[in-house]
Nanobody, 122 residues
Framework: QVQLVESGGGLVQPGDSLRLSCAAS????????LGWFRQAPGKERELVGD???????????SYAESVKGRFTISRDNGKNTVYLQMTSLKPDDTAVYYC????????????WGQGTQVTVSS
């Protein structure tokens, strides 16, 4: 099992920045992908972006068009933690944000965190 714990959510104003953290523990996967998802009320969950995690990769990332240029995913191998740096936040970014992990050879995210609320409002 892989345990994921998100933190860092909160209430911010439009234009502000916020950094979410996702701490991973438990079974070590030799190579996996960690994704950040979000789900707003009444909307489907969407993939915000992801980062690969293995010993030979520099940690390639990809992002949804809606956040490209504003959000950045990074990792700290020593802390087994992945970050989602969010800048220029908009009210449309309001959602519960989840981190999730999958084996790099699988399309399915098998491990999920509990989620952290991000609210962007003036």
């Amino acid at each position: 099992q892989v345990q994921l714990v998100e933190s860092g959510g909160g209430l911010v104003q439009p234009g502000d920045s916020l950094r979410l953290s996702c701490a991973a523990s438990g079974r070590t996967l030799s190579s996996y992908v960690l994704g950040w998802f979000r789900q707003a009320p009444g909307k489907e969950r969407e993939l915000v972006g992801d980062i690969s995690w293995n010993w030979w990769s520099a940690g390639g990332t990809s992002y949804a068009e809606s956040v490209k240029g504003r959000f950045t995913i990074s990792r700290d191998n020593g802390k087994n933690t992945v970050y989602l740096q969010m800048t220029s936040l908009k009210p449309d970014d309001t959602a519960v944000y989840y981190c999730a992990a999958r084996d790099s050879v699988s399309p399915r995210y098998d491990y999920w965190g509990q989620g952290t609320q991000v609210t962007v409002s003036s």
